[in-house]
């Protein structure tokens, strides 16, 4: 079983969705979670960050995690054809014991 | 506020020739610096990671080497290139001596390809 799993997608939808991004992992001694947005030929962009269990709300994105399920996401409010990218959770002990999920795919349609 | 430089952008090189790549922080001091490699399809795979200078962590055994001579500098090399060393490189960073938790912040890579 891998430590952190991602549906690799792809995942389209239209313009204005709410989108929900998920990943699962393995180890509960896990305390930190992110997402990133990484965009073709670019570098992973830091998009939220968090260590509690709980909702974190930053603009139209909203990050929830489910410690006792083992489970985070990533919710987009109103996606815009510029969220288009892929998704990466990391989950970890730290920023040195960090373990990524494979990316998710996705695609706002106009 | 703190950027991350990393050069180049692409680069393609023969089997058996030698790699260096570059990686400046500014905007910060004493950061973790770390070099990652994303393979099509795969999450990110940690290679090396930095507390210090000369202090270098390798976390996959394999063909590639990393050095920190200054501060914020952080170089990845390889004497002879392998044809599965092509990939997209990252170099990262995070806040040191502060909280073991702090995020890290990615450069913008350099896609590698050995021919």
């Known amino acids: 079983q891998k430590e952190v799993e991602q549906d690799p997608g792809p995942l389209s939808v239209p313009e204005g969705a709410i989108v929900s991004l998920n990943c699962t992992y393995s180890n509960s001694a896990f305390q930190y979670f992110m997402w990133y947005r990484q965009y073709s030929r670019k570098g992973p962009e830091l998009l939220m960050y968090t260590y509690s269990s709980g909702n974190k709300e930053d603009g139209r994105f909203t990050a929830q995690v489910d410690k006792s399920s083992k489970y985070i996401s990533l919710f987009i409010r109103d996606s815009q054809p510029s969220d288009s990218a892929t998704y990466l959770c990391?989950?970890?002990?730290?920023?040195?014991?960090?373990?990524f999920g494979q990316g998710t795919r996705l695609t706002i349609n106009p | 506020s703190q950027t991350i430089h990393q050069w180049p952008a692409t680069l393609v090189q023969p089997v058996g020739s030698p790699l260096s790549l570059e990686c400046t922080v500014e905007g910060t001091s004493n950061p973790n610096l770390y070099w990652y490699r994303q393979a099509a399809g795969r999450g990110l795979q940690l290679l090396f990671y930095s507390v210090g200078i000369g202090q270098i962590s390798s976390e996959v055994p394999q063909n590639l080497s990393a050095s920190r001579p200054q501060d914020r500098q952080f170089i990845l090399s390889s004497k002879k290139l392998l044809l599965s060393d092509s990939g997209f490189y990252l170099c990262?960073?995070?806040?040191?001596?502060?909280?073991?938790?702090?995020?890290?912040?990615f450069g913008n890579g350099t896609r590698l390809t050995v021919t």
């Open positions: 990391a989950i970890g002990q730290g920023a040195q014991k960090l373990v």
């Open positions: 990262a960073w995070s806040v040191s001596g502060g909280p073991y938790n702090s995020p890290l912040h």
